[in-house]
C-alpha cells in the first residue's frame, strides 16, 4: 500500500471529515444561510416603493458572507489539529499527512463555498420569485460568472480599462489566497485562530495602503505634458497593479497551502 496515497484510505478520511464538518460547522452554514433571508424580511417590511434589490448587489453581499464561511471553516473543523494533546484523535486518523492535507484542502476550500454558495443562491432565487411587493429584483445566479475585478470611475474611457485588465479566474484565485492563509494560521496559533488572523491582515493592509498613498502623492507630483499622457500612466499603472495582485495570489496560494501540509507533517504530538 502506498504511503503517501491510498484512494481507499482517502475515501475514509473524507468520510470522517464529512461527518466532523456536519457537526462542528452545519449550524455555522445555517446561521449564514439564514442571514439572507433576514435581510429580505427587513426590506420586505421597510420598503415603501418599489427599489428592488438588484442581483449584482446581493452576489456582492452572499459573496463576503461565503468568504466569512471559508474563514471560519479551518478553526471549526481543524482546530485542535496543531493541540500536542487534544489533537491525537487528528494525529491517530488511520491516513497519510498528504491525505489529511488533501481532505482539509477540499472541505475548507471547495466543499465549503460551494456548499453556502448554492444553498444561498437557491434561497436567493426562490426569495425572488415571491409574487407582489419584492425587494429583490432578478436573479442572483445571473452575476456569478459576470463580476469584473477592478471598477474605475474616473473617467469613461477607463471603462475599457476595467475590460482589458480583468483576469481569468482573478476572484478565485484572490479569494483562495486569502484562506490559505487562514489554513496556515490555523496550524501555527492555538487561541484566538481567527481574530490574530485578521489583525496580521490588518496591520500588513495598512502597510500596503500607506505605500499606495505614498505611491499616489508620487503620481500626482509629476509633471504630465497633457491629460492624454495622465490617462495613459494611469491606465498602465492600474494594470501593472492588477496583474501583480493576481500574480501575488496565485503565489500565496501556493506558499501558504505548502507551509500547512509542512506545519501537518512536522507537527508533534
Known amino acids: 500500500m502506498n504511503k503517501t496515497f491510498d484512494i481507499k484510505r482517502f475515501g475514509n478520511v473524507l468520510r470522517h471529515d464529512a461527518l466532523s464538518y456536519l457537526q462542528n460547522f452545519g ?8 442571514i439572507p433571508i433576514l435581510i429580505w424580511s427587513i426590506l420586505y417590511v421597510n420598503m415603501d416603493e418599489p427599489d428592488a434589490l438588484m442581483n449584482n448587489e446581493r452576489y456582492g453581499f452572499l459573496l463576503v458572507l461565503a468568504i466569512i464561511a471559508m474563514i471560519l471553516a479551518p478553526s471549526r473543523l481543524y482546530k485542535n489539529a496543531n493541540d500536542s494533546r487534544k489533537g491525537i484523535q487528528f494525529a491517530m486518523l488511520p491516513a497519510s499527512n498528504m491525505e489529511k ?17 448554492v444553498g444561498a443562491v437557491a434561497i436567493d432565487s426562490i ?21 469584473n475585478l477592478v471598477s474605475i470611475e474616473l473617467d469613461p474611457e477607463f471603462d475599457k480599462c476595467a475590460q482589458e485588465i480583468q483576469l481569468p479566474l482573478s476572484q478565485t484565485f484572490m479569494n483562495l489566497s486569502f484562506v490559505s492563509i487562514f489554513m496556515f494560521t490555523n496550524m501555527i496559533f492555538k487561541k484566538r485562530k481567527v481574530s490574530k488572523t485578521i489583525g496580521i491582515l ?8 500607506i505605500f499606495c498613498i505614498r505611491g499616489v502623492i508620487r503620481v500626482e507630483n509629476i509633471d504630465f505634458e497633457t ?16 496583474y501583480t495582485l493576481y500574480t501575488c495570489s496565485i503565489l500565496i496560494s501556493i506558499i501558504m497551502l505548502y507551509l500547512t501540509y509542512y506545519k501537518i507533517r512536522k507537527q508533534k504530538y
Open 27 to 34: 449550524w455555522t452554514l445555517v446561521v449564514l444561510l439564514a
Open 127 to 147: 426569495l425572488a420569485l415571491i409574487p407582489g411587493k419584492n425587494p429583490y429584483g432578478g436573479f442572483v445566479f445571473e452575476s456569478i460568472f459576470s463580476t
Open 101 to 117: 492535507f488533501l481532505s482539509m484542502s477540499i472541505y475548507c476550500l471547495i466543499v465549503t463555498p460551494l456548499l453556502y454558495l
Open 227 to 242: 491629460t492624454e499622457a495622465m490617462r495613459e500612466y494611469s491606465l498602465l499603472l492600474v494594470k501593472r497593479i492588477t
Open 202 to 209: 490588518l496591520l500588513i493592509g495598512i502597510a500596503l495602503m
